[in-house]
């Protein structure tokens, strides 16, 4: 049972650099999101995707693009690298059909911008 | 804007001592979840709570919604150190929006 997969799960990235996180959940979930996590903040919301095709943009959408191609797949891409996206990062997913269901998560991605 | 507000942030207590978490959101909703998040790992599901006066136990680890109120508590009694981690409450309205977090240190 994979559940919700995040790669790569450590990335050191310079200034202007651009990368992407990448998660796949297997579950077939309709509801994918990602989150940042930064001490003492809590978990913001970053993007998220309620089907293939959609996405829309969370609490925190700034500096990172998405894209749902695909029902399996939620890239999350930083276009140019900041110090301030310093984070962990949480893909999650849930099968989003309002009858209230568990949130999975990945294991998380470590990035830090120098 | 959806606000979720847990507090305290902060909490320390002794083994055995009884203690909640309070749990505020800003918007009608009858879905609210907890998990627990132990140190450099990622997420776990405690509790789903789907509708008003919704009451799930687990434990020593007790959880109520008061959809009314927008209000949700996490009880704990006679905590044991097992049970230091940091718990967050979130509220699903379309998107999934998270409180900040109380980080819970049981001290033997």
């Known amino acids: 049972n994979a559940g919700v997969t995040q790669t790569p799960k450590f990335q050191v990235l310079k200034t202007g650099q651009s990368m992407t996180l990448q998660c796949a959940q297997d579950m077939n979930h309709e509801y994918m999101s990602w989150y940042r996590q930064d001490p003492g903040m809590g978990l913001r919301l970053i993007h998220y995707s309620v089907g293939a095709g959609i996405t829309d943009q969370g609490e925190v959408p700034n500096g990172y693009n998405v894209s749902r191609s695909t029902t399996e797949d939620f890239p999350l891409r930083l276009l140019s690298a900041a110090p301030s996206q310093t984070s962990v990062y949480f893909c999650?997913?849930?099968?989003?059909?309002?009858?209230?269901?568990?949130?999975?998560f990945g294991e998380g991605s470590w990035l830090t911008v120098v | 804007e959806l606000k979720v507000e847990q507090n305290p942030l902060f909490l320390s207590m002794q083994e055995g001592k009884n203690y909640t978490i309070y749990c505020n959101y800003s918007?009608?909703?009858?879905?609210l979840y907890w998990y627990r998040q132990d140190p450099g790992k990622s997420l776990e599901s405690l509790f789903v709570?789907?509708?008003?006066?919704a009451v799930k136990q687990e434990g020593r680890l007790m959880a109520s919604l008061d959809t009314k109120a927008r209000l949700s508590t996490l009880h704990i009694t006679a905590a044991v150190h097992d049970l230091s981690a940091t718990y967050f409450c979130a509220v699903d309205s379309v998107k999934y929006i998270f409180g900040t977090g109380t980080r819970l240190k049981v001290l033997a």
């Open positions: 918007t009608t909703s009858d879905r």
């Open positions: 999650a997913s849930s099968a989003g059909d309002n009858s209230g269901n568990t949130i999975y």
């Open positions: 709570l789907l509708s008003n006066g």
